[in-house]
Structures are given as C-alpha cells and as structure tokens.
C-alpha cells in the first residue's frame, strides 16, 4: 500500500497517528489517509515527537531537521510536513 501525502509548497505533508509507549518500533500500517506509527517512547516531555521524527528521518533518508510537526504537538493525531521532497516512492511495508 502507498504511502498517502499530500504536496506543500515546501515539500509534502502527512497524517500521523501516533502510538506511544509500545512494544514495538516503527511504521505499523495505514488506514485511510493516516500512517499509524509506533513508538517506545511515552508522551511527555515531547520524547514520543522526537522518536517519531527518528522513524521518519530513518525511513525516508531525510535529515531530521527537513522534518516538522506542524499540527498536534500534544495529540496522537499528527500533521507532519517533510521538507524538500515532492513524492514518496517508498512502501509502508
């Protein structure tokens, strides 16, 4: 399944769902619109974030400064835009 983005004039931008303090680590799926992503770190202190900009950074061979949350800082429900690229041509898989 493709990854759903939409383009910005800065790059592109992505629903997130985010699922902290999990056992596992990674990209786990998508439904709809949404990429679900699971992490291990818990939500406070904005650590749930930055892993997830760490699992963005990593799949997508960007620098993790490309990367910004622009909507749902305090959410599970994300909005995160990735600068300077157009496309994703990758798999959630």
Known sequence: MEIPYKKTKRGIAVKITVYPKSSQHGISGIAGDVIK?????????GAANKELVEILSDKF??????????????????VVEIEGIERINSRAD
């Open 37 to 45: 992503i699971k992490v291990n770190s818990p939500p406070a202190g």
């Open 61 to 78: 061979r960007i620098r993790k400064t490309a990367i910004k949350i622009i909507r749902g800082h305090t959410s599970r429900n994300k």
